[in-house]
């Protein structure tokens, strides 16, 4: 497949059915996630401004915005994301952009932070160095990234307490994420080509070096302290990168 085929792959049946696994109760605008997500960010890093990317349809940059007066913006390369984003008040703040072989369309250094949510892991091998070296280019203090690793480890309770509640055909497509191509870098895998262990992608970063922030936002951006809708996934991990100085 190649990356205009892949592109397609984000559409309504991505965002809004279940027709495509394995995310298909994910919460993209529900504000039990977004509002503790973007009050823990706030929080950490005090950002003037911030670049969402793979923005999705823009739940972050609202509730930066909104609750924090941060100069936020967000770009994501399906156009269905954004033009169906609930919030029409941001959308001048959102762009419809493929980073995968275009430059960002943003000055260097321009944000202090860049927030890489479920979104490294979309990049084939092909392209991911040249996003990685964007997103270092238009960065000035810290990018933050939560994602999938291979490699990572989880037991099963977590994963069955992450399937309750769910329909079988929920349950299977989660199951099957965590033991198959969508947790093992496969560049073949349409979802997820690129599920790399944590330290091979810190590798890819030249002007930015791994740093620590406290438990309570590592917490929170996993997603475990939310509400029922958010359980943490046991094979997800963040990974916070900064500027050398």
């Given amino acids: ?12 049946d991505y965002f809004d059915t279940e027709t495509k696994p394995p995310y298909r109760d994910w919460w993209w605008s529900d504000p039990s996630v977004w509002s503790p997500r973007a009050r823990a960010i706030y929080i ?8 969402d990317c793979g923005c999705a349809k823009g739940s972050l940059v609202k ?4 609750l924090y007066n941060v100069d936020a913006y967000g770009f994501d390369l ?14 001048s703040r959102l762009k419809i952009f493929d980073c995968a072989e275009n430059d960002l369309p943003y000055e260097d250094r321009q944000f202090e932070v860049s927030v890489c949510i479920d979104f490294f892991e979309h990049q084939d091998n092909e392209h991911i ?39 079988l055909k929920q349950r299977f497509d989660i199951f099957s994420a965590s033991i ?15 599920t790399m262990p944590k330290q091979q992608l810190s590798d890819l970063f030249s002007d930015f070096v791994p740093y620590e922030f ?32």
């Fill in 44 to 51: 950490a890093c005090k950002p003037k401004n911030l670049l």
């Fill in 180 to 194: 198959n191509g969508d947790f093992i870098s496969d560049p073949e895998n349409i979802e997820h080509p690129n």
């Fill in 129 to 167: 160095c040249h996003v990685v070296s964007e997103i270092e280019r238009v960065t000035d203090k810290f990018i933050i990234i939560r994602q999938p690793f291979v490699n990572t480890e989880f037991n099963c309770k977590a994963l069955l307490n992450v399937m309750e509640g769910m329909t």
């Fill in 1 to 12: 497949m190649n990356w205009e085929e892949r592109k397609q792959y984000y559409d309504k």
């Fill in 214 to 245: 406290s438990p309570y936002f590592y917490d929170i951006l996993m997603g475990n302290t939310y509400s029922e809708l958010s359980p943490v996934f046991p094979f997800y991990e963040t990974l916070i990168m900064q500027r050398r100085t």
């Fill in 63 to 66: 509730y930066l915005v909104a």
């Fill in 78 to 91: 399906s156009e269905y994301a954004i033009q169906t984003t609930p919030y029409p008040e941001i959308l």
